[in-house]
């Protein structure tokens, strides 16, 4: 129950806030914060438990309590018993004062106990007066009177039977007790107890209701107490035998009502060396419970041993006392032991109350004595019940006389009037005024002894008494009592409650002659006589059926006027047990009004089974009757009653239910718990340490069953389970290996402070389970990430631990996803990575089946490292597994393809490791730290090398001196720090260096050459007004022990760091003291700053790992600052070894890198289609151009050829008779000036092509000469056109080549050809043959070429033939002429 405040004055100094000072731009003060690490529960640090978790000894019983954060050991019992029942008293602020268990326990850390048990929070144990007699199933702390109700199956407290054989009988409690927890005393129960077992308590309308297996109460005469109604023994006739001769101590009356010690007249002894005895003859009707002696000392004389015997016929009677030295009640018959000293000796008639009520008085035997003889020094008796006789103090009013009569046992008073005068003032107050003695309230049955008529001849006039009984304060009873009776007689008068005789107010008997009286006609006097009134003690109630309601205010004032205990207004059948009782709303008034009971019971005929409602005036049946099996436990949380037991549904088998069950009052409806679970629950409780919405289940079930027809998966559960009732499904719980006895929680105070008690054989306790991860809320609370059957579990080889984590989002927008990494796996399949959504650790990825060690992201992309696991397939030796390293884009869901990291040739593939992925801000670059030597199997890169996440590609860094893996790496002031074993000189001793990508070299730091071992972990300094600084974690090279060092930025200095030398050091982090709980740091506001490296304003070292604090204490967590501690957290594992924190981190934004984002692929070929279509349509053109710009130069050269034609036609005809020449010439001239343009067009064509045309080199040049010859026999044949007669710049035919169509075709053949396309004319086959070298984007472009050349070949074939036919014709027609 304490805090770590202990820590307070170590952080203290007059500096001023520190809250102030905090970055006002730190988003570290935001947010939660990710904490991770090897173990299955956490708890809060508790100075209490030595600082370390709760690691306990399941063959023992323990006790702890439970908080929201926080598990502390209260105590640890003996394995031979089990606790059952527990409650607690609070403080004003709601933590707890202190705490009671009870159950079957018999020790308490070696103190012996008695079943109950009491511990503050200091841990002091109150044995509770040695507890009672037997087993406890119940306890109630009320925490107005400050009293602690018990209940179970026991017959007396301890103390009551063995502090007085006298009270003995009155504490005999009978299943229920109460003990003062501020008197450290037990109570007087008004009832005595109750004649079975109780179960469960509750508190409604101010009373505290029990209830069980019981009918009736036990207070009857039997559980008087037995020294509270002396018998007056001055009025019996005393007599002694075998007196001493000595003066003054030879009468027995001596020892009647003397207050000195063995002095002459106060002590009576015998002769000396004889035995003796001392008779008591009782004067009245006596039924004696308890003989007091003390024992004389005198002159070395004593009784030493005696025995009790009946007067009138010897009888040895039996009797029983405390023996001293075992505390427990022994029975004596002949002889009863006396031991010889000055304390009184009390022993207790046994005999029943038929035996020892004939009896008219006792003998006092002395059989051995101590000394020269026997003898007594005082003798008391006391008598059942309180028989009230005549005594002195009794008030007579009115001529009373006192009668003696031979056959009457005693004397009695006797007023006579006349017959006439009854009715006269003066013989109605003619009254004796009788006070008994009450010793405790309850109700008694009151006798009035009335002598018989003829022991003085005197019946004819006897008539009536009236009888008023002044009961209780404010009420009186007037009772006529008839006393014509011939033979003496005890007359019942009344049956009523009396409460207990104090020095303000005592119940009171007035005894006068009735004036209504009946008396014989001939009477001429009226008599009335009275011995005395006797009040016995009679069972108050026996229609009880199993509950009973108690006011809990036990002073005398409260139960003056009436019974402070009672039955209810309404009853159960008879033989009903009830389990539980609660109280809470009936419907929707929002107001504690209802009570409620559980158990096994039913009424048919009022329609209720095992579950009923009592408003305060009558049992009533919730909706659907009941349900259909036993209620065991039950608790109201919110306006629900949630029920546990034995059942499988309604009463009425409209609604399944399997053992727990939900019954909302508002709608008065009945709701299943999911699918339920498959075994008894024992015990319901609010478990308000989590708020006031959970309800917690236990019980002896392993199975909660899924919503039947559900998708969902029944979960494993060990005996305890937590329902959230705002959420309607099983949440988070404590961390409780092993089943609980007990779980005990009040219902949800609004503050700051509520508790859970449990108790079980348990291995191992935590505030939370939690599974390797928890969270720090923007609050300063500890939230476990666990949900019943989706959370982390352990891997097939039972390994659990978290090794790395990360908040990852998309951007600012969305809520950030916990992503971990490490050794474990979970419920849909992931292993050793998952990410946290809906409260469901979910698979991220498959590929992951090595330990994951490190994991960061830059923007999209998540950079996994951890243990390669390599394997090899056993039919084809394919490798294939977890590389070390995976590149995953979160948002499209593919891992990246990256070439793999190796080791050595001759190294197993599962040896490699990548520690440490490190960012390079605003590049496209990350660096990879680790163990491994090569990427892709060629590029040597050892331990270090860089990846470009846009090409996907390693490269190494400039030739480093490491020699060993690295460790640990980050980005300070665009330096590149590195951890790891750096080769200096031939030693390797620098475990530090920077590396500056701007000049491509590492460089010392200046300092690293002191530290005194290998560094584990690099933490920036990111609040330092100075770039560039960081933390260091190491281990000393020396001793193992961890050191901490801090770069400022120009040299590194080594802290006074005061850990214990066998601590785990394996992260820190710089946490807001804003984020840390008050109770940690304690409430100052201020720090002291005397460290030898400062810490940032504002700011607190936030240590993780295994840590053994100066004190000797032991944590997983805690904050370091000016050479102080303060423990934070402690952790355990599933195995009961302290557990370890490897990760703290922060809900930051990722690292901004450049990234190029390539298109989608729907999007490429929609571009692609674009341009092809663009493509298309520009060829098309450019050949439309191509064929208007032929036709218009053919038709010019037609033209040209027709005019040249008449020209020649027209000098023929006219010339000299030579026509040869002229039109071969004028053939020649067409042929060029068509061969001119057609090739230039051809040639600008094949120009156009572009680059890869004009790169094909000579062979191509040297195909298209070679191919591209005519046969010689063609009419037209000139020298051929190749790229060697074209001028390269104007497109044209080189001067001096020959002229004709022949060149056209040429020219354009061989444009086809330049394109890799080409037609080869075969004159044999009459046809064109077409070549496609390879497809080309340009393909169709070729073939218009093509298609060109072939076209102009053909049209000047056709030419020349009609231009032969014309020629031929016209040569026939001139020599015709």
């Known amino acids: 129950f304490e805090s770590s405040s202990e820590f307070e004055s170590d952080f203290s100094s007059d500096e001023g806030s520190l809250l102030d000072d905090v970055d006002a731009g730190d988003k570290s003060d935001e947010g939660g914060i990710g904490i991770v690490g090897g173990f299955s529960g956490v708890s809060s640090f508790s100075p209490n438990n030595g600082g370390a978790s709760l690691a306990l000894d399941k063959d023992m019983t323990s006790v702890v309590s439970l908080s929201k954060d926080s598990g502390i050991l209260l105590g640890t019992f003996t394995a031979d018993g089990q606790i059952t029942a527990g409650c607690s008293f609070y403080n004003s602020d709601g933590s707890i004062s202190q705490s009671f268990f009870g159950g079957t326990i018999t020790s308490l850390n070696s103190t012996n106990v008695g079943y109950v048990v009491g511990v503050d929070s200091s841990g002091l144990v109150d044995v509770m007066s040695g507890g009672v007699d037997g087993p406890i199933n119940a306890l109630y702390c009320d925490q107005g009177t400050n009293q602690v109700f018990v209940g179970g199956n026991f017959t007396s407290t301890i103390a009551g039977l063995t502090t007085s054989i006298a009270t003995m009988r009155s504490a005999s409690t009978g299943s229920m007790a109460i003990y003062s927890a501020g008197n450290k005393s037990w ?44 018998l007056n023994l001055t009025a019996c006739n005393i007599v002694g035998g075998n007196n001493a001769e000595i003066t003054g101590f030879t009468d027995p009356r001596n020892t009647i009502c003397t207050t000195k010690r063995d002095q002459e007249n106060n002590t009576w002894l015998l002769r000396d060396l004889l035995d003796g005895y001392m008779t008591i003859n009782f004067p009245f009707k006596a039924t004696p419970s308890l003989l ?10 004593g009784t030493k041993s005696f025995r009790v015997m009946a007067v009138e016929n010897n009888q040895v009677l039996t009797m029983s006392y405390i023996d001293p030295e075992t505390k427990t009640e022994l029975f004596c018959s002949p002889a009863c032991p006396l031991a010889q000293n000055d304390d009184w000796q009390e022993f207790r ?31 008391e008796i006391y008598q059942r019940g309180n028989t009230l006789p005549l005594r002195p103090s009794s008030s007579f009013v009115g001529a009373w006389t006192e009668t003696t009569a031979a056959s009457y046992r005693g004397t009695y008073r006797t007023l006579t009037v006349n017959a006439a005068d009854v009715a006269s003032a003066q013989v109605q107050n003619s009254v004796i005024t009788m006070a008994p003695y009450i010793p405790e309230p309850g109700f008694y049955t009151v006798y009035m002894m009335v002598p018989g008529c003829q022991n003085t001849n005197t019946c004819r006039s006897r008539s009536s008494a009236h009888v008023l009984l002044m009961s209780n304060r404010g009420l009186s009873k007037l009772i006529q009592v ?69 006011n809990p205010d036990l002073t005398t004032s409260s139960q003056l006027s009436q019974a402070i205990y009672g039955p209810l207004s309404d009853s159960l059948p008879d033989d009903s047990v009830v389990y539980s009782v609660t109280s809470g709303v009936a419907n929707d008034t929002h107001r504690d009004n209802t009570l409620f009971l559980g158990g096994k019971f039913s009424d048919s005929s009022n329609g209720y089974y095992n579950i009923a409602q009592y408003d305060g005036h009558n049992i009533k049946p919730l909706n659907a009757t009941g349900l259909h099996g036993t209620v065991n436990s039950m608790s109201f949380v919110g306006t629900s009653l949630y029920v546990g037991g034995d059942f499988n549904g309604t009463s009425d088998h409209t609604t399944a239910l399997n053992n727990v069950a939900q019954y909302n009052t508002t709608d008065q409806m009945w709701y299943s718990l999911s699918g339920g679970v498959d075994k008894p629950v024992t015990s319901v409780v609010p478990y308000s340490p989590f708020g006031p919405n959970v309800v917690a289940f236990a019980g002896a079930f392993s199975t909660l069953y899924a919503v039947p027809g559900s998708q969902d998966a029944n979960i494993t559960a060990s005996g305890l389970c937590m329902w959230d009732s705002t959420d309607s499904k099983w949440t988070s719980m404590p961390y409780i290996k092993n089943t609980p006895t007990l779980l005990f929680a009040d219902e949800w105070k609004d503050q700051s402070y509520n508790f859970a008690l449990t108790a079980g054989s348990f291995s191992a306790v935590a505030a939370l389970e939690a599974n390797g991860a928890v969270v720090l809320s923007s609050s300063g609370q500890i939230e476990s990430l666990n949900t019943p059957g989706e959370s982390l579990k352990p891997d097939a080889q039972g390994r659990l631990t978290v090794n790395s984590g990360l908040w990852y989002a998309k951007d600012n927008t969305t809520t950030p996803v916990l992503i971990v990494g490490g050794q474990f796996q979970t419920q849909d399949g992931a292993v050793n990575l998952a990410q946290l959504r809906d409260g469901k650790w979910q698979k991220l990825l498959d590929v992951i089946n090595g330990e994951v060690l490190s994991i960061n992201n ?61 960012i390079r801000a605003d590049t496209s670059m990350v660096v990879v730290g680790g163990n491994f030597t090569t990427a892709g199997g060629l590029l040597s890169c050892p331990y270090i090398c860089t990846l470009d996440i846009n090409e996907s590609q390693w490269s190494p860094l400039s030739s480093s001196t490491l020699i060993d893996a690295v460790t640990d790496m980050l980005f300070a002031d665009k330096l590149l720090v590195v951890a790891g074993t750096f080769k200096n000189g031939t030693e390797p001793t620098d475990y530090l260096m920077s590396y500056d990508f701007d000049v491509s070299s590492w460089a010392n730091i200046t300092g690293a050459e002191n ?28 001793d193992k022990s961890p050191y901490l060092a801090k770069y400022d930025g120009t040299s590194i200095t080594i802290a006074d760091f005061t850990i214990g030398a066998k601590s785990n050091v394996h992260s820190i982090l710089l946490v807001p003291r804003s984020r840390i709980p008050s109770s940690v740091l304690g409430s100052s506001s201020n720090l002291n700053r005397r460290s030898n490296m400062p810490i940032p304003s504002g700011y607190v070292l936030a240590v993780s790992g295994d840590l053994f604090l100066p ?69 098309v053109l450019i050949g439309l151009v191509y064929i208007y710009m032929r036709n218009r130069r053919e038709a010019a050269a037609t033209a040209s050829a027709a005019s040249a034609a008449l020209a020649a036609t027209a000098g023929g005809l006219g010339g000299a008779g030579t026509t040869k020449t002229p039109l071969t010439t004028t053939r020649l001239g067409a042929g060029t000036a068509v061969g001119a343009g057609a090739g230039f067009m051809a040639a600008a064509g094949a120009a156009s092509m572009g680059s890869k045309r004009n790169t094909q080199g000579d062979h191509y040049r040297n195909m298209a000469g070679v191919r591209d010859t005519w046969a010689e026999d063609n009419a037209f044949a000139g ?14 035919l080189n001067s001096g080549s020959p002229a004709g169509l022949a060149s056209l075709a040429l020219a354009g053949r061989q444009a086809a050809v330049s394109s890799d396309t080409y037609v080869h004319y075969d004159e044999k086959n009459g046809g064109d043959t077409k070549y496609a070298h390879r497809d080309d984007a340009n393909e169709s472009l070729d073939s218009i070429f093509e298609s060109a050349a072939a076209e102009a070949e053909a049209e000047e074939k056709n030419l020349a033939r009609e231009r032969a036919a014309s020629a031929s014709s016209r040569e026939g027609a001139i020599g015709g002429t």
Not at 499 to 524: K, Y
Not at 1016 to 1034: C, F, N, R
Not at 1141 to 1159: A, C, D, G, M
């Open 187 to 230: 109570q007087h129960v008004p009832f005595i107890g109750l004649d079975g077992p109780v179960f469960d308590f509750a508190e409604f309308e101010g009373l505290v209701y029990a209830v069980g297996a019981f009918s009736s109460t036990v207070d009857n005469a039997t559980h008087v107490p037995l020294n509270t109604q002396p």
């Open 292 to 301: 007091r002696l003390m024992n004389t000392v005198y002159d070395g004389r």
């Open 349 to 379: 008639f046994v005999d029943g109350d038929a035996m020892l009520a004939n009896i008219t008085g006792v003998m006092i035997k002395i059989d051995s004595y101590y000394g020269m003889g026997g003898g007594l020094n005082k003798v």
């Open 482 to 550: 008839n006393q014509y009776n011939i033979q003496d007689e005890e007359v019942e008068v009344a049956r009523i409650y009396a409460p207990a005789s104090t020095s303000d107010f005592s119940a009171t008997v007035q005894i006068s002659l009735s004036p209504n009286g009946v008396v014989d006609d001939q009477a001429t006097t009226v008599e009335l006589v009275v011995d005395y009134i006797r009040f016995e003690r009679v069972t108050s109630y026996t229609n009880l059926t199993g509950v009973i309601q108690l």
């Open 858 to 918: 830059a923007a999209n992309l998540l950079f996994v490292g951890g243990v390669a696991n390599i394997t090899a397939n056993a039919d084809n030796g394919k490798l294939s597994g977890f590389s070390g390293l995976v590149v995953y884009n979160v948002d499209k869901d593919d891992v990246l393809g990256i070439q793999q990291l190796q080791g050595p040739s001759d190294s197993d593939p599962s040896a490699v490791r990548v520690n440490k992925v490190a």
């Open 1011 to 1038: 530290l005194p071992g290998p560094v584990t972990s690099l933490t920036p300094a990111d609040h330092e007004e100075t770039a560039g600084m960081y933390y260091i974690v190491g281990t000393s090279s020396k």
């Open 1111 to 1179: 004190n000797g204490q032991r944590a997983s967590n805690a904050f370091f600052y000016d050479n102080q501690w303060a423990g934070f957290l402690s952790t355990i594992q599933s195995d009961s070894s302290p557990g370890f924190i490897n990760s703290v981190f922060y809900e930051i934004p990722p690292t901004n890198v450049y990234q190029r984002h390539k298109l989608s692929v729907a999007l490429v070929i929609l571009i692609a289609i674009a341009i092809a279509l663009g493509i298309t349509f520009l060829i």
């Open 1279 to 1292: 020298e051929p056109v190749s790229y060697e007669n074209i001028n390269p710049n104007t497109g044209r």
